[in-house]
């Protein structure tokens, strides 16, 4: 394993200038979740507009792989239908997991494919996705 | 203290981590174990295991005596008056809680006040929270000042006949600040208030006296001192321990039991319901000796320096954040910090690379990172094992840490 697996430059891209890192005015679902063990938080708050994700928008503070994570993970689901979203969180899952995925579905996303060699690092990886899959339960 | 021959007695010391060689700077965690612990453990299963306090043969003479051996290192180590008032726990936190629901169940009442510290761990927080919850006792919080120290005027006007017990962390588990225990006890006693000190971080690093000291309660645990784990210690004054109901029932901890009358144990046992974890308990005991055999003082000199030299080489770092006091004099072993720009997982995950192990995360001191407006920190704990070559390595991966995150705006 080397560092710069881990920290790709793309992530540290993310984690510095994130893309979709603030507030909706209009959210139709939020939620949160925190890695109790280090302190990374995070919350995710959806508008939606139809079956489609409208606009996606997340907040709060943590490591640059939790950060980078939801930056890159609310990139990849803005504007899909949200069975697409979950298609695209169930191959990130799958690649956190040291599984088979399919790689045109997760975009950029792939540049956390080497977090699965830093067994500590996969909470920080999946916390995104966990409190995205709460706010897409909100959806009626 | 020769540290290259102390290494020699701690054999994972000896390890490769990532193919370099183990720095271990993670103490406040846990502390890692010399042969004569590890040796002491293997040494009962070898030849004399067997259950205390109960068998008429041999083995069991035998481990009873090392078991109440064990008792009496304790009592020489934190200077008690009596092996009555050292009971065996599982760590410190179950020492805490043994406090929280025998003593303080039977004491507080609604409107009672309980002092607690802005450093606590959670351990010596959450079960008095627990308490004033189920009592409506209120709980009021010593902030801390600036420069990492208690506020003493705001402690001195917490305090008031409401006060029924006071919990203060001996040694920040994050700040590494040594607080002045022995004033803030006496003060407490004025106002009639039992005080109950925590001292998983203290015992391991500074001599404890509890004929100084004169708190009521003491609670220590043995794998920060290179003990093994599962094993802890609750000191209670005598006439604590004699008021105290039992916390847990069972074996052990009875005289008699008949179906319509039961007679506790005397003290100590009386609170050492079960088979005990003697095998911790011996293994403490050779900790113990260890660390008698340099000194406690030899060791709290050491680490002083080595905390010295590390705050002043670890200020060196661009954009580093040092918590706690800057004045040496006032903490020991330990340094928490943030790097701008770089999350203290991430520093942790690049030292992890150069095989150096720190801690990074809330430290179980939640209250206390809000109270520096943070979620998490970095910290560097040592211990008298530790040498300069060693901070000077971990300064150079910090360095590394901050230089691949870059200078942020």
Redesign the interface.
Known sequence: ???EE??KEII?EH??HPKNHGHLDHPDAKSEGSNP?????LQMEIAFEGDRIKDVMFSG?????S?SAASLMTEAIKGKAVGDARRIMEEYKHMLQGSTYNADMLGDLEALSDVKK?P??VK?ASLSMAVLDQALQQKK | MDIEKIRKDFPVLSRMVRDRPLVYLDNAATTQKPAAVIEAITGLYRNYNANVHRGVYLLAEECTQAYEDSREAVRRFINAGSTEEIVFTRNATEALNLIAYTWAEANLRAGDEIVVTIMEHHSNYVPWFRLARRKGAVIRIVPARKDGELDMDAYRSLLSSRTKLVGIAHMSNVFGTINPVKEMIALAHRQGAAVVVDGAQSAPHIRIDMQDLDCDFFALSGHKMLGPTGIGVLYAKSSYFKSMEPFLSGGEMILRVTLDDIVYNDLPWKFEAGTPNYEGAIGLKAAIEYLEALGMDTIEAYERELTTYALEKMRTVPDIFVYGPSDPSKKCGIVAFNIRGVHSHDIGTILDSEGIAIRAGHHCAQPLMIDCGVSAMARASFYFYNTRQEIDMLVKALNKAKGMFGHVA
Do not use: P
């Not at chain 1, 063990?37 to 938080?41: M, R």
């Not at chain 1, 503070?61 to 792989?65: A, F």
């Open positions: 394993m080397s560092l881990l920290f540290i984690y510095q063990l280090c302190g990374d938080e503070n943590g490591c640059s792989i950060q830093f500590a690092r920080c």
